[in-house]
């Protein structure tokens, strides 16, 4: 077992999973993964409900062992480690905190677990509960903070051992919007002065772009598509992934023998140069920020890419209005624009044409 000496002494470690499964009887929770996840890296798992993400981290953790593969923390195999002795941290969504104990002695729990000297528990438990923001509430009990505290006072628990990993599973799930986005800074700050590699859970699609070095965005036991935030986002795999990540468009149609897609109406859509042959039945994504929108007498200059239409809905969300045109060649396409004054916004039926880059569209299997 490691037995660090300070906080600030954290050094960051390395995970891979070679071949990792785990089954449930019948249910296949994971299917065979590979997955590194680099020092000093804060790795998200993304992924809608039931999609692998607990079991991936009951799995590093030791938890649960796997059905088939290893698990490698800096190179070793830790597989069949006990989970004390792999020194990984966790911090869970509803808190966990012993409710009897108080705010001082919740966090000294694992120092004390590990046989640690009065002084130095002392010292570990004040700095931590520092990096918190959470001085002077030692003598609390849990019951008497907020939830945001409470969740501090869980991580302050994690950190205090210098665990070689943290694993956070949904931490903020439980709190309200502006609490979550500002511990969100709190987290991603307090990842950047320790240094630490951090495994995190959400389902929650902005919080894991903003906090991310990468995303691992899981479906069904399998990792969908794992890469930076906006190679997610400008180049997702496929359609899952293009669905789950912020808005799309998606258009349906066949791969034409001059590069161009052929779509509804025998309309043609420029796009990228790509790997595709001709008659491939495909899908062109577009975001609707990348869609531009006209009045039908002005000009709309977007290459080959416009399409007259009417507008079918028009909702002012404060910054940004999301417009939807059918066009005349009977897509539905949504254009997301920056927000103007109501008599300058496209009323329901107004006659308009929509547009885009072909530089901003993706093509991907259908
Ligand atoms: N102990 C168990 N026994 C049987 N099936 C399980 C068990 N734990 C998880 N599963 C199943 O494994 C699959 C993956 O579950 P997991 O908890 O990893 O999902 P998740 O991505 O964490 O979901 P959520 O976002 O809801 O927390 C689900 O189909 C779940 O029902
Ligand atoms: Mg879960």
């Not at 990792?20 to 998200?44: C, M, N, Q, R």
């Not at 036991?221 to 669905?243: H, I, K, M, S, W």
């Not at 920020?289 to 200059?301: F, K, P, Q, S, Y």
């Amino acid at each position: 077992m490691r037995h660090d000496t300070g906080l600030s002494s954290h050094t960051a470690h390395t995970i891979a999973l070679k071949g990792i499964s785990k089954t449930y009887g019948p249910v296949t929770a994971l299917h065979s993964t590979d997955l590194s996840v680099e020092k000093g890296e804060f790795l998200t798992l993304l992924g809608p409900s039931g999609s692998g993400k607990t079991t991936l981290l009951n799995l590093i953790a030791g938890a649960t062992g796997p059905a088939t593969g290893a698990i490698f923390l800096d190179g070793r195999d830790i597989t069949q480690m006990p989970p004390r002795e792999r020194g990984i941290g966790m911090v869970f969504q509803n808190y966990a905190l012993m409710p009897h104990m108080t705010v001082f002695e919740n966090v000294a729990y694992p120092l004390r677990a590990r046989g640690q000297p009065g002084k130095i528990i002392r010292e570990k438990v004040t700095e931590a509960l520092a990096r918190v923001g959470l001085s002077g509430f030692d003598d609390r009990k849990p019951r008497q903070l907020s939830g945001g505290q409470q969740q501090r006072v869980g991580i302050a628990r994690c950190i205090v051992y210098s665990p070689a990993i943290i694993m956070m599973d949904e931490p903020l799930g439980a709190l309200d919007k502006n609490l979550r986005e500002q511990m969100q800074g709190e987290i991603k700050r307090l990842h950047k002065e320790l240094g630490t590699t951090i495994i995190y859970v959400t389902h929650d699609q902005e919080e894991a772009l903003n906090m991310s070095d990468r995303i691992c965005l899981m479906a069904e036991g399998r990792v969908a598509q794992l890469g930076t935030p906006d190679e997610l986002y400008f180049q997702p795999r496929n359609r899952f992934v293009a669905e789950f990540i912020g808005e799309s468009n998606l258009i349906s149609g066949r791969m034409s023998g001059d590069g161009s897609i052929v779509v509804a109406g025998n309309r043609s859509i420029a796009v990228p140069g790509g790997k595709w042959t001709e008659g491939s039945e495909l899908l062109v994504m577009v975001r609707p920020e990348n869609v531009r929108i006209r009045g039908i007498d002005e000009r709309l200059d977007a290459g080959r890419n416009v399409l007259n239409g009417k507008v079918t809905s028009s909702s002012f969300v404060g910054g940004t209005t999301r417009v939807t045109v059918e066009t005349e060649n009977g897509l539905n396409i949504t254009a997301k624009v920056m927000s103007v004054r109501a008599e300058l916004r496209p009323e329901t039926g107004a006659k308009v044409q929509v547009g885009w880059s072909s530089t901003d569209t993706v093509v991907l299997e259908k």
